[in-house]
């Protein structure tokens, strides 16, 4: 390649592991014999003499029954989107919602030469992620925060989202008002009961824990939630996440309960499928795909050295307005 270019071997070599200024001619030189030999640089080989492969992990907690897929693929997307941009590499990785997982995961990423992990973490209330994290390499964590500022955080103050919805209910005229949500101990899932709570006691409506379900986030918890929930009396339903959203609705069109005559209903994510309900339905919408991009750009900052402190970052959530409440 050296003759084809007509360059020293070394000059191809600083060209390929960006080792030592090149003019901007010769590397082109260097690029059009590449392209020409079909050459491809081993990049197991440049990762070990620079201790940096250019590669970053994503690590989220996928389930099958689940529809935060989309929100975390949704994420995903708006980091390959800056890493294409920054000649970066994604790995993702899967902790299936279980800290077991998530740990092994975390161990392997450990042995990798990854430049920097992104993570949503399974338990971010009790588990000390500290104690595991401990690659040579800077990390941000999304969606969820750990309890100990130990890196970036990148949240989507859901809350909000969820005061405006509840909010909006009670001026409706709603005063018995259905909380279905996942398992709480995620702060996700907290702040959505908090606003709730909030919402409430601005209003001066007490508040019934007899009203608020809580159950594995599951399509069928969530219609047999919504039909306790009926039957109690309420007249408007907030569903904390999208796969229970997705139950309430099938149960409500399945006794042919009118919404929102007879019951409102306002779910959590705004996908495609919502707007094709009978009647279309009124959600919160987070900005998932944003969240994958600030993620990453401050994870770059970070690689490229930033030492400025450690702070949390929250995009606002909003709230949809569609004929369901």
């Known amino acids: 390649m050296a003759q084809k270019?007509?360059?020293?071997?070394?000059?191809?070599?600083?060209?390929?592991?960006?080792?030592?200024?090149?003019?901007?001619?010769?590397?082109?030189k260097v690029y059009a014999a590449m392209e020409e030999l079909d050459y491809r640089p081993n990049s197991v080989a440049r990762s070990l003499r620079s201790r940096k492969s250019n590669i970053i992990g994503l690590l989220v907690p996928l389930v099958a029954s689940d529809t935060s897929n989309f929100f975390f693929m949704s994420i995903a997307n708006g980091i390959e989107q800056v890493l294409k941009e920054h000649g970066y590499n994604l790995?993702?990785?899967n902790?299936?919602?279980?800290?077991?997982?998530?740990?092994?995961?975390?161990?392997?990423?450990?042995?990798?030469?990854?430049?920097?992990?992104?993570?949503?973490?399974?338990?971010?209330?009790?588990?000390?992620?500290?104690?595991n994290l401990r690659g040579n390499?800077?990390?941000?964590?999304?969606?969820?925060q750990p309890k100990d500022l130990?890196?970036?955080?990148?949240?989507?103050?859901s809350g909000s989202g969820t005061y405006e919805a509840i909010k909006l209910l009670i001026t409706k005229g709603h005063h018995k008002i259905g909380f279905i949500?996942?398992?709480?101990?995620?702060?996700?899932?907290?702040?959505?009961?908090?606003?709730?709570?909030?919402?409430?006691?601005?209003?001066?409506?007490?508040?019934?824990p007899e009203l608020v379900k809580v159950a594995p986030?599951?399509?069928?918890?969530?219609?047999?939630?919504?039909?306790?929930?009926?039957?109690?009396?309420?007249?408007?339903?907030?569903?904390?996440?999208?796969?229970?959203?997705?139950?309430?609705?099938?149960?409500?069109?399945?006794?042919?309960?009118?919404?929102?005559?007879?019951?409102?209903?306002?779910g959590f994510?705004?996908?495609?499928?919502?707007?094709?309900?009978?009647?279309?339905?009124?959600?919160?919408?987070?900005?998932?795909?944003?969240?994958?991009?600030?993620?990453?750009?401050?994870l770059i900052k970070r690689i490229e050295g930033n030492q400025e402190p450690y702070q949390v970052y929250r995009l606002p959530s909003e709230l949809v307005l569609r004929g369901s409440c």
Do not use: C
Not at 99 to 115: G, M
Not at 182 to 200: C, F, M, Q, V
């Open 95 to 131: 902790s299936s919602e279980d800290l077991a997982v998530e740990q092994n995961q975390i161990k392997v990423f450990n042995t990798q030469l990854i430049d920097g992990l992104i993570i949503a973490p399974v338990d971010s209330v009790e588990h000390d992620y500290q104690e």
């Open 5 to 28: 270019a007509d360059v020293s071997t070394a000059t191809v070599s600083h060209v390929i592991n960006e080792t030592r200024y090149v003019a901007e001619e010769t590397k082109k």
């Open 137 to 144: 390499y800077p990390t941000v964590f999304i969606d969820r």
């Open 269 to 298: 994510d705004d996908y495609d499928w919502l707007r094709i309900t009978s009647p279309p339905l009124s959600v919160v919408k987070q900005p998932s795909f944003e969240l994958g991009k600030l993620a990453v750009e401050l």
């Open 217 to 266: 986030a599951t399509f069928d918890q969530g219609r047999s939630l919504t039909r306790e929930l009926v039957k109690s009396g309420v007249t408007a339903i907030f569903a904390a996440n999208n796969v229970m959203t997705m139950g309430a609705v099938n149960y409500l069109q399945e006794q042919s309960i009118s919404v929102p005559d007879d019951v409102a209903i306002i």
């Open 181 to 208: 949500t996942g398992p709480l101990g995620i702060t996700t899932s907290d702040e959505r009961l908090a606003a709730y709570k909030a919402a409430l006691e601005n209003y001066d409506l007490p508040f019934d």
């Open 150 to 157: 130990m890196s970036d955080t990148v949240l989507i103050d």
């Open 91 to 93: 790995i993702l990785s």
